[in-house]
């Protein structure tokens, strides 16, 4: 059965001391497994205890790396 979760192979429950580079890790994978960067909604209903100010960090550096990708600079 594929791990849906987005956890590591083994993992039992996600960690409780996210913060905004874990956001941008998922939101990469998101993106290369999709095509499509997450809503913010997405998000949060992965991470509801990231709190706002990391979650606005990690979309502001993902966007900043996509944003240069998709300009191809």
């Not at 192979?9 to 998922?26: F, K, Q, S, V």
């Not at 990469?28 to 205890?49: C, F, L, N, S, V």
Request: aromatic share 10%; charged share 25%; hydrophobic share 30%.
């Amino acid at each position: 059965m594929p791990n849906s979760s987005n956890l590591p192979e083994g993992a039992d429950e996600a960690p409780t001391c996210r913060n905004r580079w874990h956001l941008y890790e998922w939101l990469k994978q998101q993106y290369m497994g999709t095509g499509h960067i997450p809503t913010p909604d997405q998000a949060r209903a992965a991470m509801p205890e990231l709190p706002l100010e990391e979650m606005g960090e990690g979309y502001t550096e993902f966007m900043a790396v996509v944003g240069r990708y998709e300009k191809g600079a």
